[in-house]
């Protein structure tokens, strides 16, 4: 599966068992949360655990600094998050 909007995409990078990792390329803005928010209501619909690989995500909107923030207080694991970006999403 890969979503691709430009300077945007979503690939799962892995799936076995009860895990799955998407990984995001580029710029992440709020038009692309419902898209994202929906593989991850339907991987976890297949108990499936979630994580988001953010090592290619080069720039984020306040809205999805705030959608990841939320994802990771659900529970969703967000992997290779560079620092930066990291910075702009909220720890709590």
Same mark, same amino acid.
């Given at each position: 599966?890969?979503?691709?909007?430009?300077?945007?995409?979503?690939?799962?990078?892995?799936?076995?068992?009860?895990?799955?990792?998407? /990984?995001?390329?580029?710029?992440?803005?709020?038009?692309?949360?419902?898209?994202?928010?929906?593989?991850?209501?339907? &991987?976890?619909?297949?108990?499936?655990?979630?994580?988001?690989?953010? &090592?290619?995500?080069?720039?984020?909107?306040?809205?999805?600094?705030?959608?990841? /923030?939320?994802?990771?207080?659900?529970?969703?694991?967000?992997?290779?998050?560079?620092?930066?970006?990291?910075?702009?999403? &909220?720890?709590?």
């Amino acid at each position: 599966m890969t979503t691709a909007v430009p300077n945007f995409a979503l690939d799962v990078l892995s799936q076995g068992g009860d895990q799955v990792t998407f /990984g995001l390329r580029g710029n992440v803005y709020a038009e692309m949360l419902p898209e994202i928010d929906r593989v991850i209501a339907q &991987s976890q619909a297949g108990d499936k655990q979630v994580q988001l690989d953010l &090592s290619e995500v080069t720039l984020l909107d306040r809205e999805a600094a705030r959608f990841f /923030g939320e994802q990771r207080r659900r529970g969703i694991e967000l992997v290779n998050c560079p620092l930066y970006l990291g910075l702009w999403i &909220s720890p709590h």
